[in-house]
């Protein structure tokens, strides 16, 4: 007793009969593997009511390499036994691939009856779904010979219209166009899954633009606009659900896109006007659409080519088109990632690298004026890690980041990975922000180090050598490892790839140990929380952001405090100034009084008192 499991699709034309029990048998004997089918039969419309064919079965033991070399025999077994030996597309090779394709060609190009050419259609739209990332490439030849044939198909109706829907590719076919006909419009209808369906299939041979569909989204739209004087033209159309039988060398999908691919064929004496298309944009996870190429399919380069094409209206729910030619259209996307932040981290960005700015040009001011009050070299890398964190955070400041417009004229695509093209500007502050952040980085190295002489040799004397050596590794090294990261890492087409005295008792010591680890501690957290931020979580994510933000938003304010405000000589300066300034008298109402009517003016009399003033204060 077999058990089997039949699925009639209504856009399913040929579907597979598996045979569970029989399989295990011939897994014994041929070593297939189990559940692989065994025979197929075809789905027929017998008025209005689904109904079978004839059963097809697969021949023992038979491989695609053993069916290619007796190709011409019976066609209608052997396409059977193709669609059966491709029925599982994730386990094919790209030999397999190839072979098939080679055979499924010979088949189109035989003047194939009905029942070859549905198994044919239904062996593509399964090789559409064959993922051949490893292994090798599955030849071109082979796949460029196959989408030919597709469209030599496509016009062998010469009177009436025909339609083969499979999952992955539709083939109409519409002949006996005269001078009534304007144009022929084919489109296909957006479905609840990405699979085609007949139903959903629309073909208009007197269409004269091309108009929205009142029952839904389109994914597709094609209009062939034909000159006056056409006459008994044929008009084909394949549409592939996706680009695998296109490979092209010149586009790359590091995101794992693909394209839908529309053929138009025109047969006959015929006077094309022009073509006109209409995609709809591909949905990317966290991205968004930057630009489109409008672009055909060049058997002479074998890859894809924007000649006679030009990009028309573009909206979120359609990219259109217009090309001169009839060929195997599509529309190459690139795509931006979209990068979501809090609102508050605009604005602690903004009040923080004021403050930031104000404290360390503050703290430079004042080392400067109080220079005479401590060791040269402490004053001198003091101040050159507030000068480059002020340039830092004036370069910071100035960026105002806005995504880039698309491209208006039909410029081939290389990615569907966005890279805007560097003009110079981007870099060239990038290389700024790099060598000034390497710049604190390494004074603060250079000011923990002169620290830890000091606390060890506190005599010693660091001289002139000293100073210039401190110069040279302070700004050059940054330099250096900024030159080295944009030789190995940038290219134009390709910006993306780059872009902390003298004391001899402990507790001065301390002081000194506390003030470095003070600084280490300013510059070094915040960034250790900037390495956290690379772990993707959502709510962890958030928080670390707006701590990283705040920390280094306000390190100029923080270094401002610890090293300028917490100083003897600024808390001095500071009270003298404010003890300088004398408290300011308001007067809101003043009136002079006469305690005597009618005083008269006498002579005036003057007392002093011999008494010693007494100078005491209470």
């Known amino acids: 007793m077999y058990r089997t499991s039949v699925k009639v699709p209504v856009n399913s034309q040929v579907e597979t009969i598996s045979d569970i029990t029989r399989a295990v048998h011939l897994h014994d004997y041929y070593g297939m593997d189990f559940g692989f089918p065994q025979a197929s039969v075809q789905c027929l419309d017998k008025g209005g009511s689904p109904g079978f064919g004839q059963l097809q079965k697969l021949d023992c033991g038979l491989t695609l390499d053993e069916l290619q070399e007796y190709i011409t025999g019976n066609l209608v077994q052997v396409a059977n036994n193709v669609q059966i030996l491709t029925s599982k597309p994730q386990n094919l090779t790209p030999d397999n691939v190839t072979t098939a394709a080679v055979i499924v060609t010979k088949l189109l190009d035989s003047t194939p009856t009905e029942e070859v050419a549905v198994a044919a259609v239904a062996t593509v739209s399964q090789l559409l779904n064959a993922s051949v990332t490893a292994g090798g490439a599955v030849n071109s030849s082979a796949t460029n010979s196959l989408t030919l ?9 010469k009177n009436n219209a025909s339609l083969l829907v499979q999952p992955n590719l539709v083939v109409q076919s519409v002949g006996g166009l005269g001078r009534a006909n304007q144009g022929v419009a084919f489109s296909a209808l957006t479905g609840l899954s990405e699979q085609f369906v007949a139903n959903r299939i629309r073909l208009n041979t007197s269409a004269s633009e091309i108009v929205d569909s009142t029952t839904g989204p389109t994914d597709v739209q094609i209009l062939l606009r034909f000159q006056p004087g056409t006459e008994n033209a044929s008009v084909g159309f394949v549409l592939h659900q996706n680009d695998r039988l296109f490979q092209s060398v010149r586009f790359k999908t590091p995101k794992g896109t693909n394209r839908r691919v529309i053929s138009a064929s025109v047969g006959g004496k015929e006077m094309l006007s022009n073509v006109e298309m209409r995609f709809r944009p591909t949905n990317v996870p966290d991205a968004g659409l930057q630009d489109f190429a409008c672009v055909f399919w060049d058997y002479d380069v074998q890859d894809w080519s924007t ?3 030009t990009k028309q209206s573009r909206s979120p729910d359609s990219l259109g088109c217009t090309c001169n030619h009839t060929t195997n259209f599509a529309v190459l996307m690139s795509f931006r990632d979209n990068y979501s932040y809090a609102e508050e981290l605009n604005w602690i960005s903004i009040i923080g690298c004021s403050l930031s700015i104000a404290g360390v040009s503050l703290t430079i001011m004042f080392y400067i004026v109080t220079r005479s009050t401590r060791k040269a070299n402490v004053t001198l890398i003091l101040v050159s890690i ?6 830092f955070y004036f370069l910071l400041f100035g960026i105002n980041n806005q995504a880039p417009a698309p491209e208006k004229a039909n410029v081939l695509l290389l990615s569907d ?16 922000l790099h060598y000034f952040l390497l710049a604190t980085f390494t004074w603060n190295t250079i000011y923990a180090t002169l620290i830890f002489l000091l606390v060890q040799c506190p005599f010693q004397q660091h001289g002139r050598r000293f100073t210039i050596a401190t110069l040279v590794t302070g700004w050059g090294l940054p330099a250096i490892i900024v030159a080295v990261s944009l030789g ?6 390709q910006p993306m790839g780059y872009r902390q005295e003298e004391f001899t008792n402990p507790r001065s010591s301390m002081k000194k140990l506390m003030s470095s680890f003070s600084l280490s ?9 900037g390495y956290l931020l690379l772990i993707d979580t959502k709510g962890e994510n958030r928080v670390l952001s707006i701590v990283f933000c705040l920390l280094t938003a306000t390190q100029g304010l923080q270094i401002f405090i610890l090293f300028t405000v917490r100083t003897s000589v600024f808390m001095k300066k500071t009270a003298e100034l404010l003890t300088s300034i004398s408290a300011p008298k308001f007067t809101l109402h003043q009136e002079r009084y006469s305690l005597w009517k009618r005083r008269r003016d006498g ?5 002093k008192s011999t008494e ?3 100078t005491s204060q209470f």
């Open 521 to 529: 501690v300013i510059l070094g957290l915040s960034w250790i929380l």
């Open 612 to 614: 010693e003033q007494s």
């Open 488 to 493: 190995t890492t940038y290219r134009p087409h």
């Open 386 to 391: 507030c000068s480059s964190m002020l340039v």
């Open 307 to 309: 000649e006679g094409c």
């Open 417 to 432: 990975q966005h890279a805007e093209r560097d003009l110079g500007r981007c870099t060239a502050v990038t290389a700024l």
């Open 603 to 607: 002579p005036h009399e003057r007392y």
């Open 149 to 157: 044939a597709l469209e030599r198909l496509s016009l062998q109706q």
